[in-house]
């Protein structure tokens, strides 16, 4: 056993004959995700996945009352200043800013550990629109409509901007507490004792497969 995990040319399937269950593919994964949040040891990696489950679950509760208290009920009107992109009026566009802030991120994040180029290219798009309808009432109210003069325009837009920062954000921080999770769960099925940053996935699962 301990050979098979030696083995130079496939790292993968060492581990597999120490770990029957595993894919390779989730040993990739898991590998990723260390080398990416850098956990210094089992101890940290709840920490963490506490830590960033909880913060994105603020921060997406913060921008859900920024745009419960701080759009619309103003003074604004709403059907003043419609974005050109599919008409929405500006209580819609906030809304919009928000699902496409965090759809993007949880794409952006699915990609970068997942590997697959799809759904970060939709995310990229859903930025770029996000981006727009940000910008859009600025530069309407500077040189496009009378109907938002430029303290309006600066106004909504610096609304847009927060709500578009604390969601990408927020998001962020709840992928990244799934993906900890997932991981927690993974080394705990196949026995796997992290104990520490500079443990890769392999040199753990040949420990766990001696100690068996």
Do not use: C
């Not at 939709?122 to 530069?139: D, Q, R, S």
């Amino acid at each position: 056993m301990t050979e098979g995990i030696g083995m130079e040319e496939s790292p993968a399937e060492g581990v597999l004959s120490g770990i029957p269950n595993a894919t390779s593919a989730d040993l990739e994964f898991a590998e990723r995700i260390i080398e990416r949040l850098k956990p210094r040891n089992q101890q940290d990696l709840y920490n963490k996945a506490a830590r960033q489950s909880k913060l994105g679950g603020m921060l997406i509760t913060l921008m859900v009352v920024i745009w419960w208290l701080f759009i619309g009920v103003d003074g604004d009107n709403l059907e003043e200043g419609v974005s050109v992109f599919f008409n929405l009026d500006f209580g819609q566009v906030a809304l919009a800013v928000m699902v496409l802030s965090l759809v993007s991120a949880i794409l952006t994040e699915f990609s970068r550990d997942v590997g697959k180029i799809l759904p970060s290219s939709a995310a990229g798009g859903m930025l770029i629109l996000a981006g727009l309808y940000v910008a859009e009432p600025l530069v309407a109210s500077m040189f496009i409509t009378d109907f938002l003069t430029f303290e309006e325009g600066v106004w909504r837009s610096a609304r847009l901007g927060i709500l578009w920062g604390g969601m990408s954000v927020g998001s962020n921080q709840l992928v990244n507490a799934l993906l900890l999770n997932w991981l927690i769960k993974f080394l705990d099925s196949n026995g796997i004792d992290f104990t520490g940053r500079g443990d890769s996935v392999h040199e753990m699962a040949s420990t766990s497969a001696l100690q068996e």
